[in-house]
């Protein structure tokens, strides 16, 4: 049985939550909240303490961007995860915006606004002004960041996107994200979040 | 014929570079220095003005993992970019921590104490300080990043580890990564680069 160190708020773990869903695939959830990861039980599981964490027997995997590569190889190989080279490296592109631009960006300036972390929200807001113009443009006139289907490009770039109005961005002022958010949101077995908007709200 | 724009202190460049070299592929270099980022030419080639920026016929690939990702499934599908799904996940997590925590963080701090530019510093130090133990107790013991072999992972994570003499920072204190940073520079056709360490200086 799979098993998913992550928390309810944590954008990094519906990436994950969305991928099992979407793969229909069991999994069993367990709650590493701020005090749990600092124990030292969770940092022997690894050693950035940070969430998600996936587990399947004795291979432990760390990072959502990963998480995402190793289940695409796993169960959706040349789909998930490219069907070219071209593709391949396109995706690639995608999850470093995910692991950079969008985490230091929008879901940096979340974690500042919503849950007063002492996070330099002046640097998070700068990154998140530079992202957002270039994920816009890139989503005008395509339903799927790569290709056209869903990708793990497409789960690892959405979640804090989603969220933006929780760190205060309109995502009516970025209408073609707000549709491929909708998209998303649309297909089945998609799992709810708290945050998220629902269809008739966006 | 592939086009890398580029700069010769550009650590993500040189990612590209010892690729292309270790590929045995012709390639063409063109100086991207900071002016030239500033024209309308180079944006309309890249919105985020990032280098390198790789280009092959009418393809065109920005982001210094990405472009790794392609090349590794052009010409090393199975064995730069893994050959089981758990390899996979493992080298998707490196090219996370290259594109988050060693370009935030030591990457960051070599631009603002060798280049001067307006960087938060402290914060780079931080960045810095989380990332490098990973690395060095990860590196222990083992030849490479991930599996037995030189794989994306490697050509991601180590320039800007290489570099961090340029940050302040002393190789020696580190001595995993020093020891896989001159495995690296000793693979054969390995391109030089200013600022990384020579063989008998490390």
């Known amino acids: 049985m799979i098993i998913l160190h992550g928390s309810p708020l944590s954008g990094n773990t519906h990436k994950i939550r969305m991928a099992l869903a979407f793969l229909g695939l069991p999994w069993d959830e367990r709650l590493a909240d701020a005090a749990a990861r600092q124990s030292d039980a969770f940092a022997a599981l690894t050693p950035m303490r940070q969430i998600p964490l996936f587990a399947d027997g004795d291979f432990t995997l760390r990072d959502s961007q990963a998480i995402l590569a190793l289940l695409a190889a796993r169960h959706r190989p040349g789909d998930w995860d490219g069907d070219t080279p071209e593709e391949r490296g396109e995706i690639a592109l995608w999850l470093s915006h995910a692991a950079n631009e969008i985490a230091n960006g929008p879901a940096a300036l979340r974690l500042a606004r919503k849950f007063g972390l002492p996070i330099a929200e002046d640097h998070a807001a700068t990154v998140t002004a530079r992202i957002l113009p270039v994920v816009e443009a890139h989503l005008a006139g395509r339903d799927w960041l790569v290709g056209d289907r869903l990708t793990i490009a497409d789960l ?4 804090y ?7 205060g961005i309109d995502l009516a002022d970025w209408p073609a994200i707000r549709d491929w958010i909708r998209r998303i949101a649309a297909l089945p077995d998609f799992p709810a979040m708290p945050g998220w ?3 008739g709200a966006i």
């Open 161 to 167: 996107l989603a969220l933006m109005g929780d760190a």
């Open 156 to 159: 690892a770039a959405s979640p």
């Open 197 to 199: 908007p629902a269809e």
